[in-house]
């Protein structure tokens, strides 16, 4: 399938978020349920406007087979370089992914996504496994991490988050370059974000 250009705000209600998009898409597949189902997309968005930002180019290549993701998305822009991979088990509750987002560039002012000069590079690996997304087993890390104002830039090495969940005790451990620590008893991982995210912006003015 392909057009030229679709006006996708004009016929879905998304809040004004996604505007318009042209795409070249190829889809394949047998199946008619989650156990048996085996597809395969592949194409380009040659144009995608979001949030009031018109991306140029991104590549995608998703195969799905009976419950497991493997896919592919890499994006071109000059606002916006990344590579992203990402294997994904769906076939049971318990969710399983590994993903690895190499993120070149990803100027946030620009793609209206904050409203003060911010850029953004690193890249994020996780391997994980959970029920709820709240507690899980892994472990997720941040490496050669780049935060820039328009003034300065933030450098943070690694950040490594490991997580042990075993019959409602949780283990958490954080090691890093900026900070160190570790957490037990009933928790979850949106608990650990908020005191990390308060960390950081003790130190790093964003």
């Given at each position: 399938a392909s057009t030229k250009g679709f006006d996708v705000g004009s016929f879905i209600d998304l809040n004004g978020d996604l505007d318009s998009l042209a795409f070249n898409m190829q889809l394949s597949g047998t199946g008619a349920s989650l156990a048996t189902m085996k597809s395969n997309l592949e194409g380009t968005f040659r144009h995608l406007t979001f949030n009031n930002y018109s991306y140029d180019c991104i590549q995608t290549d998703i195969q799905f087979i009976k419950g497991l993701i493997d896919g592919s998305l890499m994006i071109i822009?000059?606002?916006l370089s990344l590579n992203l991979t990402a294997d994904a088990d769906l076939s049971s509750e318990l969710y399983q992914n590994a993903i690895r987002l190499e993120l070149d560039k990803a100027n946030l002012g620009k793609l209206n996504f904050s409203n003060t000069p911010l850029s953004l590079e690193g890249v994020l690996t996780t391997n994980l496994a959970t029920t709820n997304?709240?507690?899980?087993?892994?472990?997720?890390?941040?490496?050669?991490?780049?935060?820039?104002?328009?003034?300065?830039?933030?450098?943070?090495?690694?950040?490594?988050?490991?997580?042990?969940?075993?019959?409602?005790?949780?283990?958490?451990?954080?090691?890093?370059?900026?900070?160190?620590?570790?957490?037990?008893?009933?928790?979850?991982?949106?608990?650990?974000?908020?005191?990390?995210?308060?960390?950081?912006?003790?130190?790093?003015?964003?």
């Open positions: 822009d000059p606002n997304f709240k507690r899980f087993n892994g472990d997720f890390a941040i490496r050669n991490f780049k935060a820039n104002n328009g003034i300065d830039t933030y450098k943070v090495d690694s950040l490594l988050v490991a997580s042990i969940d075993q019959e409602g005790k949780t283990e958490i451990s954080i090691d890093s370059d900026i900070m160190e620590g570790k957490f037990e008893g009933n928790i979850d991982l949106f608990t650990v974000s908020d005191a990390l995210l308060q960390h950081v912006d003790r130190y790093y003015k964003l």
